[in-house]
């Protein structure tokens, strides 16, 4: 009986498998490489694995995706090279590491250009992000899957109260090496200052730096409140996370039928991370006004605003993106 139970079950099997590799359009076995360089336990990383268990349901196992979180294969620089060359699959990452291959995006990399998770929706599904979209599967062999997925902004974290851009001119203030960066916190009137991320704790507390600005939803866990008791929702920046795909794999890997439920997945793995990512910031905005952290949520982002007028002209007029493109942003409003 046994015998006869267990030949049962596997013909059902069978017959399940071969099933869903017909509503595939035939689609054979695959296991694709899914790489990432998010922390294990973040939103991201949440919204990763939703993704993996997703693919796997729809295509009842089709369709396998190991996933390697945390910088298992290396760092997002060597993640893109690998994607390009197509030894991974697919990639889970901000958008910002696609600016070096497509350099119109840089114009989202520059403080306050968007004021709102609203503005900068309305650019993604614009025509303009669509042609730098194609552009970046015509040129580079990139095809993003989705990407829509916008975190919580950046803020201010500060050793003293801020409510205006005076308020933090000439302060010493940590600012990640990079140009758009630089060249936004130059304009507010900082003295920008290079740490690693993990030296920002250590620069606080030394007095080396009296502010540093860092996404909302990820002050917490670096535990940056320890040593600056003041946050001000300067909002200036979003991050943008994409699934992006190698193309050639993507086309000679999948049918049709099953690169529709990737992307279908894809998309929802970006709703998913925006999920994750508001709660990471409510119940850490929560912890951290138990720590006595003071909280400035209406401060005068106007003051900082008219600190970078200019600056998108000379970065458009440097060549960092396209003529025209910075008023197209504005005008998305």
């Known amino acids: 009986m046994k015998k006869v139970f267990a030949a049962v079950m596997l013909l059902t099997m069978m017959a399940s498998s071969v099933a869903e590799a017909a509503e595939l359009?035939?689609?054979?076995?695959?296991?694709?490489?899914?790489?990432?360089?998010?922390?294990?336990?973040?939103?991201?990383?949440?919204?990763?694995?939703?993704?993996?268990k997703a693919v796997e349901?729809?295509?009842?196992?089709?369709?396998?995706?190991?996933?390697?979180?945390?910088?298992?294969?290396?760092?997002?620089?060597?993640?893109?090279?690998?994607l390009l060359m197509g030894t991974i699959d697919l990639n889970w990452q901000t958008l910002d590491w696609y600016m070096t291959l497509q350099n119109d995006w840089n114009v989202?990399?520059?403080?306050?250009?968007?004021?709102?998770?609203?503005?900068?929706?309305?650019?993604?599904?614009?025509?303009?992000?669509?042609?730098?979209?194609?552009?970046?599967?015509d040129e580079d062999g990139i095809r993003l899957l989705a990407c829509n997925g916008i975190s919580s902004p950046r803020v201010l974290i500060s050793v003293n109260p801020v409510n205006s851009a005076n308020d933090i001119q000439k302060i010493n203030m940590r600012v990640p090496s990079l140009d758009l960066y630089t060249r936004t916190w130059q304009a507010i009137g900082v003295n920008c200052i290079t740490l690693s991320t993990g030296d920002v704790y250590m620069?606080?507390?030394?007095?080396?730096?009296?502010?540093?600005?860092?996404?909302?939803g990820s002050i917490y866990n670096n535990a940056y409140h320890e040593v600056a008791k003041n946050i001000t929702y300067t909002n200036h920046l979003y991050s943008i996370y994409c699934m992006g795909a190698n193309e050639e794999n993507f086309q000679s890997k999948l049918t049709p039928e099953a690169q529709a439920v990737l992307i279908e997945c894809a998309e929802q793995a970006c709703q998913d991370y925006m999920k994750y990512d508001a709660v990471s910031v409510a119940e850490g905005v929560e912890a951290m006004k138990a720590a006595g952290v003071e909280f400035n949520e209406t401060p005068d982002l106007e003051s900082f605003r008219a600190k970078m007028s200019g600056v998108a002209e000379k970065c458009e007029a440097d060549g960092l993106w396209s003529k025209g493109l910075f008023e197209y942003l504005q005008n998305c409003k």
């Open 203 to 216: 620069g606080f507390k030394d007095g080396m730096i009296a502010a540093t600005e860092f996404p909302l």
């Open 108 to 137: 989202l990399g520059l403080g306050f250009a968007v004021e709102s998770k609203e503005h900068l929706a309305k650019f993604l599904a614009s025509e303009r992000q669509a042609e730098i979209v194609k552009k970046l599967l």
């Open 57 to 82: 349901e729809r295509t009842g196992g089709v369709v396998h995706i190991d996933y390697y979180p945390a910088g298992q294969l290396g760092n997002s620089d060597e993640l893109s090279e690998q």
């Open 25 to 52: 359009g035939g689609q054979q076995k695959v296991s694709l490489k899914l790489a990432g360089t998010i922390a294990v336990g973040a939103p991201g990383d949440l919204a990763a694995k939703e993704f993996v």
